[in-house]
């Protein structure tokens, strides 16, 4: 299932945004590469996919069911102590969520990547 093109206004603004934790890499238009950002942010290097929704805000649980061919891709990247993978989806009214991939999960996270905490 194909999502169509590249959010490229998107990726650009996701850019922008994610320059608060580091040094940002637009990788997006240069072809192999299946993410659209590096971040490197002193400790870690973060690669990153940006993607549209048309939904409101969404769970981790819907995010890996309306994604699941972009986090099968990001899992490819080893994930280590110094390796993170995102996705930074981007609602139509301008609301960003921001989901960590680890192996067996996806997690929400906030804007400067620190987990979010939820109630139970």
């Known amino acids: 299932m194909t999502h169509g093109p590249k959010p490229k206004m998107a990726i650009d603004k996701a850019a922008k945004n994610t320059t608060i934790r580091g040094t940002v890499l637009n990788i997006s238009r240069m072809p192999g590469f299946f993410t659209d950002l590096l971040l490197f942010t002193g400790t870690q290097v973060v690669f990153i996919r940006v993607m549209r929704i048309r939904t409101h805000e969404c769970d981790p ?40 991939i680890d192996d067996d999960r996806v997690i929400e996270v906030r804007r400067d990547g620190s987990p979010l905490i939820t109630a139970k």
């Open 61 to 100: 649980k819907e995010i890996e069911w309306m994604f699941k061919e972009v986090i099968h891709g990001l899992r490819n990247v080893p994930l280590s102590p110094v390796v993170c993978r995102e996705i930074h989806v981007l609602a139509p009214w301008g609301a960003w969520q921001y989901f960590r």
